[in-house]
């Protein structure tokens, strides 16, 4: 952390507002001191997550001393200094300023989306004058095309730079500007093209305006009429809350939290909570029409519609037939990660006691079970938070792109690396070239010389000498091709970093590959000492929960299946029989007994993971020797098409429960609307079968299954399922700040920690055992040979198809397939960003776009595995390698 | 006694020779005031055009939730209303609404207005949910004080891009 800013940091000045007196850190702004203390100072071009612009003059106050009036939003506090906010001077240039900002404005509020919560409004109520002294021409714009999701009316901005300052600090994108001059200065992109960051959506918010409106939301409602949801994004493992607008129980609109103002939430648009375009537009699916809506019986015939009651029963029925017959380990289960946590407790409940099997697992998408192991190795060691950044010295990021994985970790991340609050490294195959850029170092590497590569600097870093030796040093280099600089630096912000996380992405470890390079990060971290967290990130929205609650082969609610505690605290929870004490197949076992035909019946829960699986031919075949199929899902897919009874389920806007993202936080997903038709809750569902085989859950409302669940955990969780609702009684409750999170990071830090380290035992604990000395000849080749480029993958969030790739909005926006090459490998190809080229594998030809930029390692390319049609599962142990060839004449 | 008796009967018969007030509806109909606040109507311009914007201010003046509307955007080739919003969907229903005229008093356009119309009487709970066509003023009714043309579209000022 650099000095001069916590010391910074440490003095504080006394000055006065209004007549009160205050203390506060120097360097504050006046406008952010007044704030503290509940004095709102008008504004416009401030923002308290941008930088200072001081164009919009609205923010005037009075300082004793100074001859004329001062902006509050640029003038830091001095001691002693006296402020006025509200003096006859200070109102009487607060009309002036509303004079000329609305002199060009056309005052079309009755057709203009920001009305009823348009900062604009709300000032001319308070300084505007009510007629106007401009005789002229209002000065008019045409309406350019400018992007799919946000609309353009150049007449009403106020020209404030807010959107183009978000643009170039936080998106990191520099396309908005302010074009021409004086009176003709109007907002743009430059080229005329769409702001195409992930992140674009939140200048919607950020206009103070009706300047930049949402396109999906253009004339669906009058703000005033929608209904604020408090709930939590479903699609990544950032885990954002966010609020659902609705109307009719329908999503109009999805924002970060609101704010309360006086008694009522509104838009909050000073917010420092960014979220993704996939949160904000995609979460609009929940009146789909192709929604499953009645439950299915296929007995070979055409699927006609049943009760509830038929087709419970016809679900049961066969599930008990072949436990009768075939015994209990013929049953398997498998949940998807995007299932609440009540959901998945309740399946394995399901699977365990009432069925009698461990067979249960939430990793479908995985294709083997070494990869499972991984799986199991890297959730089990995982401990790190980013919640509070201020605590942490230094981040090292290991393949992962998190931009396009958990987009706000990743914004997170690079703000705190920007603000230098943070030290940001980067290793390994493939970097998130977007992160690159405010990185204080990265190297890179082939994807089979990674794990000498963390062993060489794992070495590095556990010798003695405070300087890194030449020996090693340059070892590192060979293995990355880096500077000497980069390596000396890389190394020495490791050793110096008092606290640190390394987070690293599990959709881009392969095969045998993958134990060891979690091995490898687990011996790197307890090497750099016990300030040292692990974060994986697991791209599904509830991974976490699903370990977490015991919906994993290997795990149990709260602990690992090797706990006998654990079982017997479940066998008097649960009563009657015993349970089997023992690991199950994981989930890519499961597939394969089920293709052996030893697994003969299967119930799933969400079929989002399955469908992700590399080789959907292996799973379609294993389906299809099943004896028995139960699906409960929300959309129809390959595998309700397969299955022998379809049970419409809930989508996230329709339940209540809990979700537990990547860092451990548990939120609160609120209900907003009932299912469509028949469609029903997943954890009635789940009761109704249990009682259908037999076994009646004791659960009268889904507040019961939190709090059973939440005992398991150590220590168990305070709160009810009822007080994490942002409206519950329990207002005070810290974790309810996860759905309000402006206080999020200082209330819920201590309380969460324990809440997250009861499902995630140290590493320090389990792994001390560990062999230190890695065993290198033991690791195969996992490139093949020969001439070309090695081909990595990872998916990315805006290729999900079973429900995000559904919504009307993000859908027509997937990006078209592409591929990323290295600079050096691009000038050897001769090609540029957005030039075609030809992918050649084996016999395989491929059309795709190419991107140049720093994220894969030079000699390798890589591709977003959900959007380009490629065998990639054919190379789960041995990396492809494919060459290039840049196709003249077409741009795509 | 008697007197009490023809007392009674003198007011009887004066009262027969006083003009009555009640009217023998339907055949004959009373002359309302100006003001008078009966059926809703939705007002056009003389090109055709409604003069409705579909703000829904209406909607949310209203004291008995009587309205709800859903906009949408018009489309160049059959513009609506001028400018870039219309009400799709325009519906109140008569049983909610109390004729206070809020909806008149709020509507930025002019565009809804309480009519004379006061024969509301129906058999259905539907049929008292008027939509668009219920309201809309027919063009050949003409449209009175409200006849003026509709602003279209200004030209962008000269330079500007
Ligand atoms: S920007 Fe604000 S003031 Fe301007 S038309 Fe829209 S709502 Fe009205
Ligand atoms: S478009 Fe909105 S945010 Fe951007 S400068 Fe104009 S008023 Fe400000
Ligand atoms: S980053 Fe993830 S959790 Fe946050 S809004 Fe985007 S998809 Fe949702
Ligand atoms: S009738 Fe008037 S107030 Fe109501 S939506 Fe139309 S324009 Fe707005
Ligand atoms: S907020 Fe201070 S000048 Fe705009």
Redesign the pocket.
């Known amino acids: 952390m650099p000095d001069a800013a916590t010391t910074q940091k440490t003095s504080n000045v006394t000055l006065t507002i209004d007549g009160r007196s205050l203390t506060v850190p120097e360097g504050t702004m006046i406008i952010e001191a007044a704030k503290s203390i509940g004095i709102y100072i008008p504004h416009y071009c401030y923002h308290p997550a941008l930088s200072i612009a001081g164009s919009c003059r609205l923010c005037l106050v009075e300082i004793k001393g100074m001859p004329k009036l001062q902006i509050a939003c640029s003038i830091p506090v001095k001691e002693g200094m006296e402020v006025f906010t509200n003096t006859e001077e200070v109102k009487d240039a607060r009309i002036g300023m509303m004079e000329f900002l609305l002199a060009n404005h056309p005052l079309d509020c009755?057709v203009c989306d920001r009305g009823g919560e348009c900062m604009l409004q709300r000032f001319s109520v308070d300084y505007g004058i009510a007629h106007t002294r401009f005789m002229d021409q209002k000065r008019r714009f045409r309406k350019p095309q400018f992007d799919p999701l946000i609309d353009i009316e150049r007449n009403r901005c106020i020209l404030c730079t807010r959107c183009v300052r978000f643009c170039d600090e936080i998106a990191g994108e520099h396309v908005m500007g302010v074009f021409n001059r004086g009176e003709q200065n109007y907002i743009g992109t430059y080229g005329d093209g769409p702001v195409s960051n992930i992140f674009s959506g939140n200048v919607i918010d950020l206009c103070p305006v009706g300047t930049l409106t949402s396109k999906p939301f253009r004339f669906q409602a009058r703000v005033w009429e929608l209904h604020q949801l408090q709930t939590t994004c479903p699609y990544c493992a950032s885990g954002c809350p966010v609020t659902c607008w609705t109307r009719d129980g329908k999503v109009c609109r999805t924002t970060p939290p609101i704010r309360k103002d006086k008694g009522k939430y509104v838009l909050d648009e000073d917010t420092t909570e960014f979220i993704c375009n996939q949160g904000r537009f995609g979460l609009d699916i929940g009146h789909h029409a192709e929604r499953l809506r009645h439950p299915i019986i296929r007995n070979n015939g055409p699927d006609a519609p049943v009760t509830w009651d038929e087709a419970i029963q016809a679900a049961a029925q066969g599930l008990r037939r072949i436990r009768n017959e075939h015994g209990p380990q013929a049953v398997a289960f498998l949940a998807s990660p995007s299932a609440t946590c009540e959901e998945l407790y309740l399946f394995q409940r399901l699977a365990r006691s009432v069925i009698g099997t461990n067979n249960i697992d939430w990793r479908g998408h995985l294709a083997s079970p070494d990869i499972a192991a991984a799986f199991s190795l890297a959730m089990s060691t995982a401990n790190g938070m980013l919640d509070d950044l201020s605590e942490i010295e230094c981040v090292l990021v290991l393949n992962c792109d998190l931009l396009h994985e958990a987009p706000v970790t990743a914004l997170k991340l690079r703000e705190a690396a920007r603000k230098a609050n943070i030290e940001l490294l980067l290793l390994g195959h493939h970097i998130d070239s977007w992160l690159a850029t405010h990185a204080k170092a990265y190297l890179q590497c082939l994807p089979d010389q990674e794990h000498a590569l963390i062993y060489a600097l794992d070495q590095a870093i556990a010798k003695a000498e405070p300087e890194p030796t030449s020996a090693d040093v340059d070892t590192i280099r060979e293995l990355s091709g880096a500077g000497k600089e980069t390596v000396e630096s890389l190394i020495t912000s490791l050793r110096s970093a008092g606290s640190g996380v390394i987070v690293y992405g599990v959709s881009e470890i392969w095969s045998h590959l993958a134990s060891t390079v979690v091995d490898d990060l687990v011996a790197l971290r307890n090497t750099l000492g016990p300030q040292w967290a692990l974060l994986p990130v697991n791209p599904e929205r509830n991974a976490s929960g699903a370990f977490a609650t015991g919906c994993q082969s290997d795990r149990l609610p709260g602990s690992g299946c090797d706990n006998q505690k654990t079982w017997e605290k479940l066998e008097s929870l649960w009563g009657k029989v015993p349970l089997v004490r023992a690991a199950g197949l994981s989930a890519p076992d499961i597939l394969e007994q089920a293709s052996l035909g030893e697994i003969k019946g299967l119930v799933v829960l969400g079929s989002d993971a399955l469908l992700r699986h590399p080789k959907p031919e292996r799973v379609n075949q294993a389906l299809k020797t099943l004896e028995h199929l139960v699906v409960i899902d929300v959309f129809p897919s390959s595998t309700t098409e397969q299955a022998h009874v379809v049970l419409p389920g809930a989508l996230f806007t329709e339940k209540d429960g809990t979700y537990i993202d990547a860092e451990g936080r548990l939120a609160r997903l609120c209900k907003g609307d009932d299912p469509p038709e028949d469609a029903r809750d997943n954890w009635q569902i789940l009761g109704e079968l249990a009682k259908a085989l037999g076994t009646e859950f004791p659960y009268q409302r889904l507040d019961d299954v939190f709090a059973e669940l939440m005992n398991l955990l150590h220590p168990p969780c305070p709160f009810t399922l009822e007080e994490l609702a942002p409206e519950g009684p329990g207002a005070e409750c810290p974790i309810r700040c996860i759905t309000k999170p402006s206080d999020r990071f200082h209330v819920l830090a201590g309380k969460y920690h324990a809440l997250a380290s009861s499902f995630r035992p140290t590493c320090h604990v389990r792994f001390a055992e560990l062999p230190t000395a890695h065993a290198e000849e033991k690791i195969p080749p996992t490139v093949e040979s020969g001439p070309g480029l090695i081909l990595t993958w990872a998916p990315i969030l805006q290729g999900r198809d079973h429900w995000g790739g559904r919504s009307p909005t993000m859908a027509p926006l997937r990006p078209s397939p592409y591929i990323e090459i290295h600079p050096s490998n691009a000038k050897e190809l001769a090609v540029q960003t957005g030039d075609a080229v030809e992918l050649r594998m084996g016999e395989l030809r491929l059309l795709l776009r190419a991107i140049v930029c720093a994220g894969p390692a030079p000699g390798t390319v890589h591709v977003a595995s959900n959007l380009v049609d490629l065998p990639l599962g054919d190379y789960l142990t041995r990396l492809p390698r494919v060459q290039l060839k840049k196709v003249e004449g077409k741009q795509t | 006694m008697l007197l009490e008796f023809l007392k009674g009967l003198a007011v009887t018969f004066r009262h027969i020779f006083k003009p009555h007030i009640t009217v023998l509806y339907p055949e004959q109909k009373r002359v309302d005031a100006p003001i008078f606040r009966g059926k809703h109507k939705?007002n056009r311009y003389a090109d055709g055009q409604e003069?409705?914007?579909?703000?829904?201010?209406?909607?949310s003046?209203c004291p008995s939730e009587a309205?709800y509307?859903e906009?949408a955007e018009n489309t160049p080739e059959h513009p609506v209303s001028p400018g870039e919003r219309y009400?799709e969907l325009?519906q109140i229903n008569l049983l909610r609404c109390i004729f206070c005229g809020y909806?008149e008093e709020?509507?930025?356009?002019?565009?809804?207005v309480l009519g004379p119309e006061y024969e509301l009487a129906g058999t259905r709970r539907e049929e008292f949910v008027m939509n668009k066509e219920d309201m809309l003023v027919k063009p050949e009714e003409g449209f009175g004080e409200y006849d003026v043309e509709a602003v279209h579209e200004l030209p962008a000022t000269e330079g500007l891009p």
């Open positions: 009755p | 939705l003069r409705c914007v579909g703000c829904a201010l209406c909607a003046a309205i509307l906009a009400a325009y909806c709020a509507c930025p356009e002019n565009a809804i």
